[in-house]
């Protein structure tokens, strides 16, 4: 399968648009803007313009979908990395049209959509609530408990084929399990939970992480740990370098991303909801 993501949990990504504004503590240290930055877009904040693309750009899902029919399979689709999909600008709306028509038209693609503005996704689709389409699916940050409190109970009012949470950076311990108990049908299928990663990162206590896994397991959800990040557990390295911070009586050390890597209690959690 042709894959353009280095994301673990997806086969591609798209972007409509380029360039964002921040709403909540997990994009402090926005890596697609320092991204954006460092290709030379001004197109952070809302002064700044956002940053549109060709048709060449926009053919590129179809292609995917072409790949994905002839091989009879399926083919996930990050979207979006570089933005976000509902966020309020006049000048967005014609991009975000364009994006669902194209989800109409690649029905082997499973779109993935992830947003920190949740609140704004019924006024923003063109489909009603009962009449999602079977190929996309939506998801919410929540990077502390605060953030689940307000962006959980909307994702679970929506009736989409599959709901996710990113909780990455994973910035406090977070407790679902009211939530997910609330509703017989709408449940949460999918947890993604990472730390975060570059030179300014807030680390993550392991036992935030633990605990996320733990519900996951009890709730019977989907769970994939993405990154330790920039810190990783003390405990879990060989050599004593590099600089440590105590958080929560737990010792981390600032090893980077790749060294860190993606373990837990001695296994790699990469699993996915039941309908992909
Ligand atoms: S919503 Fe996402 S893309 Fe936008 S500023 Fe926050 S982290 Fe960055």
Known sequence: ??????????????NP??????????CKNCYAETWAKRVGNNIWGKENPR???????WKEPLKWQREAENNSERTRVFCASMADVFERR????????RLWELVYRTPSLDWLILTKRPQNIEGMVP???????NNVWI???V???????????????????????SCEPLLGEIDITSYNAASDTNKIDWIIAGGESGPHSRPMNPNWVRSLRDQCINEEIAFHFKQWGHWSPHS??????????TIEDTEMTATGKKASGRTLDGRIWDELPSSA
Not at 51 to 57: E, G, P, V
Not at 127 to 133: A, M, R, S, T, V
Not at 143 to 165: C, G, S, T, Y
């Open 17 to 26: 648009w380029w360039g964002c504004s921040k709403v909540s503590p997990a």
């Open 1 to 14: 399968m042709a894959r353009n993501s280095k994301i673990e949990w997806t086969h591609n990504t798209f």
């Open 90 to 97: 006049a000048e967005l709306n014609e991009h975000r049209n």
């Open 139 to 141: 998801g919410t940050t």
């Open 51 to 57: 940053r549109f693309f060709t048709d060449k750009h």
């Open 127 to 133: 489909w009603d609530n009962n009449n999602w389409p």
């Open 236 to 245: 879990l390295l060989t050599s004593t370098q590099k600089k440590t911070i």
């Open 143 to 165: 990077e502390n408990q605060k953030w689940a409190d307000f962006r959980l109970p909307i994702l679970l009012n929506l009736n989409a084929k599959v709901r996710f949470l």
